[in-house]
């Protein structure tokens, strides 16, 4: 288009907790499944080639996670399997166990049904999580009791990319016999994860998050666990979801998880990558702050406190200088207020204001890192001088906490 | 990538946050700015939460931020990127707020000055000057001129009817160089086939009128919303005969009247009666006859001035939006400025500015009318 617009247009995407970019397997994929058009609850030959896509990807994902083909359910995504996670335990126990510990720094889709389900009489235990993202499992061990329906906690902040202790939540659940429920999106493609390993009776997955397309997500429910449908219809997944599936979107996280082996690698070259960028960043901006640095997180994620720097305007230079970046969720974003989960984990108003997350993906390159942080630097320097911003005579205040 | 002529050219005419609000006038600013060879970015201040407006969850659609996607879709067209900055604290403590708070004073507040005060005259230009942006362009109808000195001036637009130079007078003389109003010089009809030339979807888009965040349910139903019943019932009082003080009726609210109001006083009388002051320590609205209203002498308090005003000068001072201007001579004093009309002026309203001009046609200052 002439006049093209300024935002630069060789682009750099280190955003990938939002999204990630298709991968060229998928989009090979995208073009040869086009002729998989047909509905799969067909009898006739067009729904043979969807048919197979469904049973390939159910197939290897379950060889992936350990678990049973029969245990997994496609669905449009994360945030419709953590809505019938939660509303499937409600239906289940109702006011006879009407107690719910789910972590302080969920994902809206968990937080929101569970203030649903609040509305029904539901009581909700949130978990507090603190500055390095430590989850407070006395709390857990404190509020759990017979009352108690389901526990939930994500794998993985989607903000901060802390670890939380998942193995340590599904021994309590155990323990108590109450189900739990794992938010897997932020996982896959970064961390390996069994399902054989846990005792987790829940998780949820989207194939956005792991270079297929958008529409589709997965969500693991142990067989036994209690299940009610959030959509009705039809009789797709053994007639657990209604709706015709998105077999071009389900064939693309095929695609995706044919390249699966690769975790290894990229893994540890996104920790060599991030790693690199936080310490030329703290070299290089004065007063920077990695938040919850010295925790486990994932390797690919980066929450970064600028002091003197919205965050707002730092994402709005960034990304006339060619850079995708985000300062908290993508799905709260036309919405920029401060993080939700950055001020339950006890950051400032102020901090949190300053905030900004870089997500490294599979393709970053050490040259788009190198870029990245000369640029940062140079947009730091200059929102610094516009607010007259002062900086104490000293670099030493630069820290990982 | 663009090519290097075009380049050189937006590197010299330099880099503007233009304000967009989804109308007609800031997506025209937008445009304008784009042809003469500017770098633009666009941006839209979300100012309030329209979610809360009629809609909640499960009961029909939901009517936020079209003017955002209006916005979004013009800078699209333009190809230029596009921001929502989130103002909504800011605006709710600068803007609305004080706006409520006005009303049960038994003020009629101006909201549009105080949006422009703490939001687009402040916020924007810091945005401006983090962006890196030489310029922070809005779709006022205003106009920017250089005197001999090189000093820069606001003047009004073309178009007499749409001038919004009022709204302005409490700019910051320092920043009046880094601004821009593309569109002073034109006429709204003008504008209008501007908008259509270049295939701008809000080309036939409404006028707004009246306050933004009030919509169409009426400020008083805004009021109600706002404001708890105790506090509304706490504002009932009288309505008394000006001067001498028969009891007229009873009222339900202060907030409900404003000076001049000749309508919808709940009353039947043989003479034509107006609002002619409130009361609101005691409550009391003040009706008379229509000469009560006339008043030559007004205090202006927490004046602001974009140049100097020689004590005692006389100048045009609007009263409010809509009026034409009238001489009057503006002296210093202790609270502000006391302004005495040549003429006597109909209905001068506490809560509204009073606007300074020099030669008719430049903005000198103004401040706030208190009787």
Redesign the interface.
């Known amino acids: 288009m002439s006049g093209q617009s300024e935002l630069r247009s060789e682009r750099i995407y280190l955003d990938h907790n939002a999204t990630t970019p298709l991968s060229v397997r998928v989009q090979q994929s995208i073009q040869k499944n086009i002729e998989n058009w047909g509905n799969p609850s067909s009898i006739h030959i067009d729904s043979r080639g969807p048919k197979t896509i469904l049973r390939e990807t159910r197939k290897l994902f379950a060889e992936i996670f350990q678990c049973s083909p029969l245990e997994l359910i496609f669905n449009s995504g994360a945030s419709e399997g953590n809505n019938t996670v939660l509303k499937s335990v409600w239906s289940k126990y109702q006011m006879e166990k009407n107690e719910y510990i789910i972590s302080a720094i969920e994902h809206p889709s968990v937080v929101k049904s569970a203030q649903y389900l609040e509305t029904l009489g539901a009581v909700i235990h949130w978990i507090p999580v603190d500055k390095k993202g430590r989850l407070d499992l006395s709390f857990v061990q404190h509020k759990i009791s017979n009352k108690t329906a389901l526990i939930s906690c994500m794998f993985a902040n989607n903000e901060t990319g802390t670890l939380l202790p998942i193995r340590e939540l599904s021994q309590i659940a155990q323990q108590h016999q109450v189900l739990f429920h794992v938010d897997c999106v932020q996982a896959l493609g970064k961390e390996v994860l069994s399902l054989a390993d846990l005792k987790i009776d829940y998780a949820t997955f989207s194939a956005h998050k792991f270079y297929a397309l958008k529409g589709c997500g997965v969500l693991f429910v142990r067989k036994g666990s209690p299940y009610t449908n959030l959509i009705h219809g039809g009789g797709q997944e053994r007639g657990r979801r209604g709706g015709t599936e998105n077999i071009l979107s389900i064939a693309s996280l095929l695609a995706a998880l044919q390249g699966y082996s690769e975790l290894a690698e990229k893994k540890k070259n996104m920790t060599v990558l991030r790693d690199q960028m936080e310490s030329e960043i703290l070299k290089t901006i004065p007063l920077a702050e990695v938040t919850a640095g010295l925790s486990p997180r994932l390797a690919n994620t980066s929450s970064l406190v600028i002091p003197g720097v919205d965050g707002e305007t730092l994402l709005m230079s960034l990304d006339l200088k060619g850079f995708s970046v985000s300062t908290g969720a993508a799905c709260s974003s036309g919405n920029p207020e401060p993080s939700p989960v950055l001020l339950a984990i006890g950051l400032s108003r102020q901090e949190a204001q300053n905030s900004l997350r870089v997500s490294l993906g599979w393709g970053t390159t050490a040259e788009e890192i190198q870029t990245f942080v000369q640029t940062l630097a140079e947009v730091v320097q200059r929102i610094r001088e516009a607010n007259n911003f002062f900086i104490p005579n000293s670099s030493s205040e630069n820290k990982v906490v | ?2 090519n290097s002529n ?1 380049e050189v050219n937006k590197v010299k005419k330099g880099k503007v946050l233009v304000a967009m609000s989804g109308g007609v006038d800031s997506s025209v600013a937008a445009a304008l700015l ?1 042809e003469q060879g500017y ?3 666009g941006a839209t201040m ?1 100012v309030w939460d329209y979610s809360q407006c009629d809609i909640t969850e499960g009961s029909g659609t939901c009517c936020s ?1 079209i003017d955002v996607d209006d916005a979004r879709s013009v800078a699209d067209k333009l ?3 596009f ?4 103002c ?1 604290a800011k605006f709710k403590t600068t803007v609305i707020d004080p706006f409520v708070s006005a009303y049960l004073q038994g003020q009629t507040p101006l909201p549009c000055v105080n949006c422009n005060t703490y939001l687009k005259f402040d916020h924007l230009v ?2 401006m ?4 942006c030489d310029y922070l362009a809005t779709g006022h109808y205003a106009q920017i001129v250089q005197d001999d000195n090189g000093k820069s001036h606001i003047v009004t637009s073309t178009d007499d009817w749409k001038d919004q130079t009022y709204f302005l007078f409490t700019i910051q003389p320092e920043i009046i160089p880094h601004l821009l109003f593309p569109i002073g010089h034109l006429k709204k009809p003008e504008l209008r086939k501007i908008a259509e030339e270049k295939g701008l979807t809000v080309a036939r888009k409404k006028d707004s009128t009246g306050i933004c965040f009030v919509g169409d349910k009426g400020y008083d139903q805004f009021i109600k919303e706002q404001v708890s019943s105790e506090i509304l019932k706490s504002k009932k009082g009288l309505i008394k005969r000006y001067p001498h003080g028969e009891v007229m009726a009873s009222h339900e609210g202060i907030h409900l009247y404003t000076i001049g109001q000749g309508k919808g006083l709940g009353m039947t009388y043989h003479e034509k009666l107006f609002v002619i002051k409130i009361d609101a320590i005691e409550n009391t609205v003040w009706v008379g006859e229509e000469k009560y209203l006339m008043n030559d002498t007004v205090q202006v308090i927490e004046p602001h001035l974009l140049s100097d005003v020689v004590d005692g000068e006389t100048l045009n001072v609007k009263i409010r939006y809509q009026h034409r201007g009238a001489e009057a001579k503006v002296q210093k004093n202790e609270n502000g400025y006391l302004l005495k009309f040549t003429e006597p002026q109909r209905a001068v309203t506490p809560g509204q500015a009073a606007v300074f001009y020099r030669n008719q046609n430049t903005l000198v200052g103004g401040g706030w009318i208190k009787i």
């Open positions: 990538m663009m075009a784009v770098e633009v970015i979300q931020s190809n230029i990127p921001y929502v900055l989130n909504e810091k945005k000057k983090e962006l890196g």
